[in-house]
């Protein structure tokens, strides 16, 4: 059985710096794209940032500048450096990784819990 499971989140002031992890474990055979989205209290979940298995990322113009993804393939976990962070930027993070599990022959995008942030003084 695959799952997600993110830790880091917590509460810090506005400007602080949070680093969210999120580590894929079970059966798997393959991790694709990882990426980390957020949804704060009456809003949508959005795009935070997106990394493939090469190292390429992307992030919505939004996030760009205060927000680092990056992951560690050897022990498949995704990181989310987040610095000058803001009251607006409370939300539960999750994370989302396309995986091939060792019993299937294509790739299912699978959801960690989610980790709560919030900015506040």
């Known amino acids: 059985q695959v799952q997600l499971v993110e830790s880091g989140g917590g509460l810090v002031q506005p400007g602080g710096s949070l680093r969210l992890s999120c580590a894929a474990s079970?059966?798997?055979?393959?991790?694709?794209?990882m990426s980390w989205y957020r949804q704060a209290p009456g809003k949508q979940r959005e795009l935070v940032s997106t990394?493939?298995?090469?190292?390429?990322?992307n992030y919505p113009d939004s996030m760009k500048g205060r927000f680092t993804i990056y992951r560690d393939n050897a022990k498949n976990t995704v990181y989310l450096q987040m610095n000058s962070l803001r009251p607006e930027d409370t939300a539960v993070y999750y994370c989302n990784a396309n995986i091939r599990a060792a019993s299937r022959n294509y790739f299912a995008p699978y959801w960690g819990q989610g980790t709560q942030v919030t900015v506040s003084s």
């Open positions: 079970g059966s798997i055979f393959s991790i694709n794209a």
């Open positions: 990394i493939t298995s090469g190292g390429s990322t």
